[in-house]
DNA sequence: TATGGCCTTGGAGTGCACTCCAGGCAACCC
DNA sequence: GGGTTGCCTGGAGTGCACTCCAAGGCCATA
């Protein structure tokens, strides 16, 4: 079950730890290496954005092939998948930058890593009563029309 | 007390009825002409923005002062209130231009009116659901990050 | 050997939602 | 009258997050 890529394994390579996320695209168990177009089909994202993240550092470097195609691992669809919840949150890719520079850094930056979701949390909070709030007003003039009708 | 305006009061230019929109920031009681830097304070728009709206058709045309400065009333302000809240959902300002024509077009456009907006209400709601489960990660990463301190 | 498919790169282009600028008018205070 | 403030306009500029382009490498199949 847990094929490891001899090429990362040695280094242990900081990644963001924490619990396995859960991952939404059933993704093929027992690999470890999808090209970039496999990534495209599990993500939604596109190959120029995928690329994209990369110089900008939102991803560390990614593995490549012996012709210098990219192989994406498992760990590096888990930190797509994060980026994705993030992304929804509405937080700029500066910031999403900054926290990999973070998980980069190692096990030293865990009260700043903690300090931003802590931050990252309270907007998503805010949004959410936001929404909410709208709803409210939607209910309302939704319901406005429907009589009217 | 009504202060009205007699430019606006004769033709009843048609606008978005409904019950009455809660208003947020309080508004001085017994006025209904408002000069664009009020209005930037009411809102929190810029008066860029402000007028940027009017050129776009996202507002009906405003009254003017004889000078030819621009005077919002409360109803432009109800308005404002609204399209803040679509903004909070991501709505493109494109589809909120959509609703301001078919608000401008009168009663005969209640059945599209109240598709548009079950359908950004099911956008929120969908949204909603999203942020909810990206807090469900959030969380999980902030008690890791917290007990490993 | 050639054709097609998938991938590579740096750099330029796009769309959205503002945001600002230059130049000018009107009103008010000293 | 002069200075300041507030507002006006059309059009250009900005920042973000992609999105696309042109030119080319590698490799499998016909």
Redesign the interface.
Known sequence: MQTTTATTEPTPAPVD???A??RRHPRPDGRDSYTISEVVAFTGLTAHTLRWYERIGLMSHIDRSHTGQRRYSNRDLDWLD?VG??R??GMPVADMVRYAELVREG?TT??E??AL??A??RD??S??A??????A??????S???D??
């Open positions: 730890v924490c619990s996320p859960p994060l919840k993030l929804l949150t096990e865990y009260r890593r903690h979701l802590e990252t949390r998503v909070l949004r959410i936001e929404l909410q709030d709208t709803l007003v939607l209910d309302r003039k939704i406005f029309y429907g009217a009708l």
